[in-house]
């Protein structure tokens, strides 16, 4: 009998659209199911991505609200380093928006969406059979973009993340701020082993923070944010939150994300920049691979694993180094203690390091400028050894 669809996708956010999009464009019968009602709700997301992601996805321009040409960085003690040019660095976006126009896309492409049902279970028959409430569809592949926690991933072998930061953030409103420049925080009094962020969207900012630790304990900080002390809390001190948000970001990189018959992508295959948590970039990129082998193999009559390895090949070719080595960014920066970021600070002040900054500088290859700070400032190279000692395993 034949399958209802060549392809299931498990996962109606922004990876689970596009990859679901590149495929129904190709002819196939792909369906779209989201646990959702209404697709890009609830919002989890602070909304800031390169101009490049709209080389991917120029349709969903409308999304845009804001754009940034640099950064204000306020290191554990409060000093200041402005970085920027004239060129825009980062677009802020809608962000349910941008995942309603991609999934639009997906639609005009002759994908059919399914919302408002979760996939409970994942059975490997002579096609995957897939359980959506009291119903069972079966495809001949499916791929899981559905998320941090993806039960796809589970259900297809594959391995778990590394570990995950957890995210809490808020849109606030009575907040004035330089509405080109995001503002960014390090410290262990306000985000410790990550940053909290600033982004200016009109009459609202939003605002958060990730950390390793327990969700608990980064609405605490969340909290701290706002207290007296620190430069944050100065700019804040009028703040009215509106709407909060948490979520979680996944971190180290799955040896594989492809099994018989099924594939992973996006947050369900953490591909996300370990730096910034930003995973829409790297997502939305590994989402045209995947769907470039799905095509290639359902075009073959192949869905096994072997056809599929392909996958894995091509997306690690093109972003999986820079993906590994943000990892180790990471951890490195995660390790140091305030003095030791102070320091950084310190050593990348001048004027010399900062044209240097202002033109490497990139959220979505943020190694490039790792080496040429370190190739200008070669006391840099003590804390290096860590990054070294990671290891290039990228989790
Ligand atoms: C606090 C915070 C701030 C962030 N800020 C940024 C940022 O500024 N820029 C950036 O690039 N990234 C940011 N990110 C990361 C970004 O949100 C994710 O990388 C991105 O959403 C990944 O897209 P995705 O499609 O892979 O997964 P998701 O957007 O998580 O979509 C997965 C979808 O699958 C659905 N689903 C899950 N299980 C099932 C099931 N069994 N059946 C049916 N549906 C299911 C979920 O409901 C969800 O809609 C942030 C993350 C957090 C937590």
Same mark, same amino acid.
């Given at each position: ?7 299931? /996708?498990?996962?109606?956010?922004? /990876? ?19 646990? *959702? ?15 490049? /992601? ?13 754009? #940034? ?47 408002? *049902? ?13 359980? #959506? ?47 080109? !420049? ?35 304990? #980064?609405?605490?900080?969340?909290? !701290? ?30 040896? !594989? ?18 730096t ?40 690690? !070719?093109?972003?999986?180094?820079e993906?590994?080595k943000d990892?180790m960014i990471h951890?490195v920066f ?9 320091? /950084?600070?310190?050593?990348v ?7 240097i900054i202002?033109?490497v500088g990139d959220?979505?290859y943020p190694s490039r400028l790792g080496w040429m700070l370190l190739k200008r400032?070669?006391?840099l190279?003590?804390y290096a050894?860590?990054f ?8």
């Open positions: 009998m034949t399958p209802d669809y060549d392809v299931v /996708v498990v996962g109606g956010g922004p /990876v689970g659209g596009w990859t679901a999009s590149n495929i129904a464009k190709a002819g196939f019968r792909v369906a779209v199911i989201e646990e *959702h009602q209404q697709i890009g709700e609830p919002v989890q997301c602070a909304g800031i991505i390169t101009p490049r /992601v709209f080389d991917m996805v120029d349709f969903a321009r409308p999304s845009i609200l804001n754009e #940034v040409k640099g950064a204000n960085i306020f290191s554990p003690s409060g000093n200041k380093l402005a970085i920027g040019t004239d060129r825009v660095q980062a677009k802020i976006i809608d962000r349910s928006k941008f995942d309603c126009m991609i999934m639009d896309q997906a639609m005009n492409n002759g994908a059919e969406l399914i919302s408002g *049902h979760r996939v409970s279970g994942l059975v490997m028959g002579e096609a995957c059979e897939i359980t #959506v409430g009291d119903k069972t569809l079966k495809s001949k592949l499916i791929i899981g973009a559905d998320g941090a926690k993806s039960n796809i991933r589970s259900w297809l072998g594959l391995e778990e993340p590394a570990y995950y930061l957890n995210g809490f953030g808020a849109d606030i409103e009575n907040v004035q701020m330089e509405q080109d !420049k995001v503002n960014i925080f390090f410290g262990s009094q306000l985000a410790p082993n990550f940053f909290a962020w600033m982004i200016p969207t009109g009459d609202v900012i939003r605002v958060g923070l990730c950390m390793r630790e327990g969700q608990d304990t #980064v609405y605490r900080y969340f909290k !701290k944010l706002f207290e007296s002390g620190s430069p944050a809390a100065t700019m804040l001190k009028d703040g009215q939150v509106k709407k909060t948000y948490a979520g979680i970001i996944p971190l180290g990189l799955p040896s !594989k994300t492809y099994a018989d018959r099924g594939m992973i992508v996006g947050d369900a295959a953490s591909h996300v920049k370990a910034s948590g930003g995973g829409i970039y790297p997502g939305l990129v590994c989402a045209q691979f995947c769907a470039q082998t799905a095509i290639e193999a359902l075009e073959a009559g192949d869905t096994s694993e072997k056809m599929l390895a392909n996958y894995q090949k091509t997306w690690m !070719k093109d972003i999986g180094d993906l590994k990892i951890k995660a390790s140091l203690t305030d003095e030791q970021v102070e320091d /950084v600070f310190n050593m002040s001048d004027e010399e390091t900062l044209a202002n033109k959220i979505d400032e070669p006391k190279l003590k050894g860590k070294l000692r990671y290891g290039l395993r990228g989790r």
